[in-house]
């Protein structure tokens, strides 16, 4: 287990020489200043729950779609760097010809880049509910409960976007391949429904506007109400199940299959 | 037990065959690999530390089987790989510390600032190593390779981006450490004359094949038959004489001894201390003229029938 903690803390700080901060303040730049309505219409002591409503309307849902940007950004560009360039490059042959696992690389390769990529993610998604309108920041930490929801389904498909691009990264063994074919990947269901006529709003990208959707369901009068159980489940039992069918996938082709060249 | 034990060993890519059936055993000490460039030396190193899956048959090191018990393995070997690379955005000592703890050594600041100074690299210790030069690389990566004395070392054409007198250098520290420290070698080139001053052994691999193997004396032997050396108290009386010989092929004197080509050898050796005798002279020495490893490749590469 040590020898994994260490493991993962050398991928975890070669990743951050991407200038992962560099782009955490360019994407909360970029969402709280492109997406946003500025203002706010505070006042106390109207109900609180129609605030609630009225704020995440104007200003929350309508950004936090936007954090799919740097999430498949990131996911992307972290595993075509982290995992394509280094088995590209010679590293991978390297770095195995020491007392090393090929699970414990792997893994540790995953979860940086998981990882790496959920704090892009949650510094935008921190840019977007605090930074624009701290007003309405201080109703949103008010309930808990919206921002675990949010974060679990950000998390989930994180999880999702990192999967898609770590299995392409590992069967394509190329930088600019990897970059290229996990977009297209990503983009897959979105293209095949169009043909097909059957829509996949809870994937990303073409989930950008679940976030926002699921924080609406509760409208002004009947905030209180349960969030729609289906959308939710839609949005992160999905991905959970796609995304681990494909991590296992690169899993077993890392660990079993793949010859170092 | 042999240190390296390959039987049947076959790896194919797509419909390229890259090794085809080899089997190879090698003992301790330093063993080389030589052939042409896709000869399968580099395949053939990979597959021995677990990089690679073989398609068929069995290899072993320590008696360790290199896919199923490659983690085992790699802890007791160390690599040297073509044109390695290492992590650019690190200093030299910081890689080498990684390696040591990856390798479960103690004290790793300490163990990897006494190997960078060993392989001449102290100076550069606190520098990144995306500025070293390709002679610094290979000496890094001399060090990565002998950290911890490991038992056996993979050296993959570890000569390969450095100039004359880096590749002398070089070839001195790795015959050094490996006398100094009882650690066994493994080197794969096509630089023959490399092999020769480092190995005690080697495989001539050819197209996936191994054409010929063994010791470089057992070799020389082998493949210097048919050139003898004759000195006698009289050498121009013994030229005429052997001359007339049916089992000399041809006979002339170099540096004031004589040299013959021979029919056959057994007969020869024979008919010399005859006509020695018929002559009434004295033979001071009678010998096979050992060949050098570059005379061994070139008659295994034309007895194999790959060039003429």
Request: aromatic share 12%; hydrophobic share 50%.
């Amino acid at each position: 287990m040590s020898r994994f903690r260490f493991l993962f803390g050398w991928e975890f700080r070669n990743l951050l020489r991407f200038p992962v901060l560099e782009l955490l303040v360019g994407f909360a730049v970029y969402l709280a200043v492109l997406s946003g309505e500025g203002g706010t219409s505070f006042n106390f002591p109207a109900s609180i729950g129609s605030q609630i409503a009225s704020h995440i309307q104007r200003h929350f849902h309508t950004k936090v779609q936007y954090l799919y940007v740097p999430m498949l950004f990131a996911a992307v560009v972290f595993a075509s760097v982290g995992i394509a360039r280094e088995i590209e490059a010679g590293y991978v042959k390297v770095m195995l010809s020491y007392p090393m696992r090929r699970r414990d690389l792997f893994l540790a390769k995953f979860l940086s880049c998981f990882l790496a990529t959920l704090a892009i993610v949650g510094g935008a998604a921190f840019a977007v509910m605090f930074v624009q309108n701290w007003s309405v920041s201080l109703y949103i930490v008010s309930f808990p409960f919206t921002v675990f929801s949010v974060l679990v389904l950000l998390v989930v498909q994180t999880f999702y976007v990192t999967c898609v691009a770590a299995v392409v990264a590992v069967l394509s063994k190329n930088t600019a391949l990897s970059f290229i074919g996990s977009f297209g990947v990503l983009y897959l269901p979105d293209y095949m429904s169009g043909l097909i006529g059957v829509k996949v709003p809870f994937l990303p990208p073409d989930s950008t506007g679940i976030l926002g959707n699921f924080l609406l369901l509760g409208d002004t009068s009947a905030f209180w109400r349960l969030y729609d159980l289906t959308t939710f489940l839609e949005a992160t039992v999905v991905p959970i199940l796609i995304g681990a069918v494909l991590f296992q996938f690169s899993y077993v082709y890392f660990t079993r299959r793949f010859d170092v060249v | 037990m042999r240190l390296i034990e390959v039987r049947g060993l076959v790896k194919c890519f797509g419909g390229v065959v890259a090794l085809s059936g080899i089997d190879l055993e090698a003992s301790r000490g330093a063993f080389g690999f030589v052939g042409p460039n896709g000869a399968g030396k580099t395949t053939m190193v990979k597959i021995l530390l677990g990089l690679m899956r073989a398609s068929r048959g069995e290899a072993r090191i320590f008696g360790l089987d290199v896919w199923e018990e490659s983690f085992a393995i790699r802890r007791r070997v160390g690599v040297l790989h073509e044109k390695p690379t290492f992590p650019g955005w690190v200093t030299g000592v910081e890689f080498l510390e990684y390696v040591c703890k990856l390798k479960g050594l103690r004290e790793p600041r300490k163990t990897a600032l006494k190997e960078l100074c060993f392989f001449g690299l102290a100076e550069a210790a606190g520098r990144q190593i995306g500025g070293y030069s390709a002679g610094m690389m290979q000496r890094l990566g001399l060090a990565q390779a002998f950290v911890g004395e490991p038992e056996l070392v993979f050296l993959d054409e570890p000569t390969a981006n450095l100039d004359p007198l880096g590749r002398a250098e070089f070839l001195e520290m790795v015959k050094e450490r490996c006398r100094d420290g009882g650690i066994s070698v493994v080197i794969s080139t096509h630089i023959l004359s490399e092999l020769e001053r480092v190995c005690d052994s080697v495989a001539i691999l050819f197209e996936g094949a191994v054409l010929e193997q063994g010791g470089l004396d057992e070799l020389a032997r082998k493949y210097s038959e048919d050139l003898c050396l004759v000195d006698s108290t009289d050498n121009k009386r013994m030229l005429e004489g052997l001359e007339r010989l049916g089992s000399v092929e041809g006979a002339w004197i170099e540096e004031e001894i004589v040299k013959v080509k021979v029919r056959d050898r057994r007969r020869f050796e024979k008919d010399v201390v005859g006509l020695a005798h018929d002559l009434g002279l004295g033979v001071r020495r009678l010998e096979p003229v050992l060949s050098g490893l570059e005379d061994v490749y070139k008659q295994v590469l034309r007895r194999g029938g790959v060039v003429e």
